[in-house]
């Protein structure tokens, strides 16, 4: 039964990486919708630097979509790897594209926020991809919810598919994503889409390298705080070696205490000692990971919160990352498969 769970996790890749967006053809949309009005204007932005190995199953991800009001924005950071080859490929279907040296993913979403003239924005990092018919499943949301933020389900996933699972996004409100190590907020990026309007002088801070997503969306939420939630995956976010995400914990950590100690104080009864304790906690559950195992890392943020806080010894977090620490690699990875069939018998 563990391996019927397995192959149900390959199935789920496969439908996606093997199929969508390569062996399909463009869907036609009529000029209008139903009742002759025209079909929202989905603006979309990907900043990409030195992503050949991706970046055309990202391309395609938005372009095969067929969305007849689509404005697609490529921003390359000048790279050197035969990306912008590819990106020529398609630029026929691109509202506009430049590639030319920047300052980090920040500064381009920010350089394609200024061509943008659309009614919703969201942007797809050139190593992920959009499901197929996610914009025309927007686009109809968006037009019974104008004034609402729109936020769709995303895959995670990479070349394993015991590592890929469906993350819910729920919860989310200004104080939930503020806080969010001590929150019960799922919030994901690629699933997120932002009416224009609300978006005014709204630009990433470029300071941050890894969580200006984060910090923008607080600004966003401050000020806009309706939301409506889509119950189906919409993107699909893909963890490889490279990833930021993956790679360069050490860094996210500083700066997530950096941007959550930017807006606690606009949160009531807030306990700082546990919010920077519990940011040390995942940043040791991001090391003690089966896909990204630093047991040394794990030990280290782990000691790390109990100097901050010592109660933090009764997280039920905290406990499941000392379990890790005390189990073997071989004995998570058995577990792990344990876990996931138990979890997919009860869902039946």
């Not at 499941?320 to 039946?348: G, P």
Request: charged share 20%; proline share 4%.
């Amino acid at each position: 039964m563990i391996h019927s769970q397995h192959s149900k996790k390959i199935k789920l890749l496969n439908k996606y990486k093997y199929v969508w967006p390569w062996d399909v053809e463009i869907p036609q949309f009529p000029a209008t919708m139903s009742d002759c009005s025209p079909w929202p204007k989905i603006s979309i932005i990907t900043p990409s630097f030195n992503q050949v190995e991706f970046i055309e199953e990202t391309i395609r991800s938005v372009i095969m979509q067929g969305y007849p009001n689509l404005e697609y924005i490529i921003i390359d950071g000048g790279s050197t790897d035969g990306s912008v080859e590819i990106i020529k490929k398609y630029e026929e279907y691109l509202t506009y594209w430049v590639s030319e040296p920047d300052h980090g993913q920040a500064h381009a979403i920010n350089k394609g926020i200024l061509n943008i003239s659309g009614d919703i924005f969201g942007w797809i990092n050139s190593d992920d991809l959009l499901i197929q018919g996610s914009l025309t499943s927007l686009a109809i949301l968006h037009l019974r919810n104008k004034k609402s933020i729109l936020l769709g389900n995303v895959i995670h996933f990479s070349n394993n598919p015991k590592f890929t699972k469906i993350y819910r996004q729920k919860n989310i409100t200004f104080n939930n994503v503020a806080l969010i190590p001590a929150s019960k907020a799922i919030w994901q990026q690629p699933g997120t889409f932002i009416p224009v309007n609300l978006i005014d002088n709204n630009a990433m801070d470029e300071s941050f390298r890894y969580v200006f997503d984060q910090d923008w969306f607080c600004r966003i939420l401050l000020n806009n705080p309706k939301v409506e939630y889509l119950t189906f995956p919409i993107a699909m976010f893909r963890y490889h070696e490279n990833s930021k995400t993956v790679s360069e914990n050490e860094l996210w950590t500083e700066e997530i205490m950096r941007v959550i100690s930017r807006y606690w104080n606009q949160v009531p009864n807030v306990n700082k000692k546990k919010i920077e304790a519990l940011i040390f906690v995942n940043s040791a559950g991001n090391n003690l990971r089966l896909r990204s195992w630093n047991k040394k890392q794990g030990i280290f943020y782990l000691n790390k919160a109990l100097k901050k806080y010592k109660l933090i010894i009764l997280n039920l977090r905290f406990l499941d990352n000392v379990l890790r620490v005390l189990l073997s690699m071989r004995l998570l990875q058995f577990f792990h498969s344990l876990f996931q069939y138990y979890r997919n018998e009860i869902s039946r």
